[in-house]
């Protein structure tokens, strides 16, 4: 049965990525969530998704200059117990992201958090950044799902992510077809499809067994899940 996160938690009705969103998901159903990961200038591991919080560049700050609604890594995972959480590493080469840690650090310091934490059977990673996929392979037995961003070629990454160990690949719904799932399978590898929120495509994903969708209409996807089965 293809698995249902919420994104960003229950977000079309609560901030993202806080704590309310995460267990706002849990109340209507979700399997699980996603949330993003950041570390700020301290080491600590914050959730959000954009690079600033308000005009705060997150990665010069310390996790008590930021707004208060802002969690942290472990309390996002103490909030969630019993779901699954896909923590998505913010670790980007890109103009608009203010750091970009090429070592692995960001990488070790998550994994390292999530099994102190004790929540680690319950994770799955993911990364639009492969070098931290990679990373995250070397040091976690959990999965790692490298994310295909909309004009990546979905089957080259399938072939890299098998080459390197990694678990699956996380791709954009627009790139899924029924060719796809089948060479996922046939290379051993996890589909787990972003952001898939219009009733078709739901309808379509669950169809093709996909392993999990990120949505943000959580509701409208356990429907329809129940409506395919």
């Not at 959990?142 to 994310?147: A, H, Q």
């Not at 295909?148 to 160990?165: I, K, Q, S, T, Y």
């Not at 996922?184 to 929120?197: P, Q």
Request: charged share 20%; proline share 4%; hydrophobic share 50%.
């Amino acid at each position: 049965m293809t698995t249902i996160l919420a994104h960003r938690g229950l977000h079309e009705r609560l901030r993202e990525n806080t704590i309310e969103a995460f267990e706002a998901a849990r109340v209507v159903g979700a399997d699980g969530v996603e949330l993003d990961v950041r570390q700020t200038l301290a080491g600590e591991l914050v959730v959000h998704h954009d690079p600033r919080v308000g005009a705060l560049v997150i990665a010069q700050h310390r996790a008590s200059d930021l707004a208060s609604y802002v969690p942290t890594l472990a309390a996002a995972l103490a909030a969630t117990t019993g779901l699954i959480v896909n923590v998505e590493v913010k670790n980007l080469l890109e103009p608009n992201e203010p750091t970009y840690d090429p070592s692995g650090d960001i990488a070790r310091r998550v994994a390292a958090a999530v099994e102190a934490s004790g929540r680690a059977g319950d994770v799955i990673y993911s990364s639009f950044d492969f070098a931290t996929c990679a990373a995250l392979a070397e040091v976690t037995t959990r999965p790692v799902g490298w994310l295909l961003d909309v004009a990546d070629d979905p089957r080259a990454g399938l072939e890299r992510a098998a080459r390197a160990g990694l678990a699956g690949v996380n791709p954009y719904v627009g790139l899924v077809d029924a060719d796809l799932v089948a060479m996922a399978r046939g290379l051993g590898l996890a589909l787990n499809v972003w952001t898939v929120n219009a009733p078709g495509d739901l309808a379509a994903m669950f169809d093709l067994g996909v392993d999990a969708v990120i949505t943000d209409v959580p509701e409208t996807a356990l429907a329809l899940r129940v409506a395919s089965s």
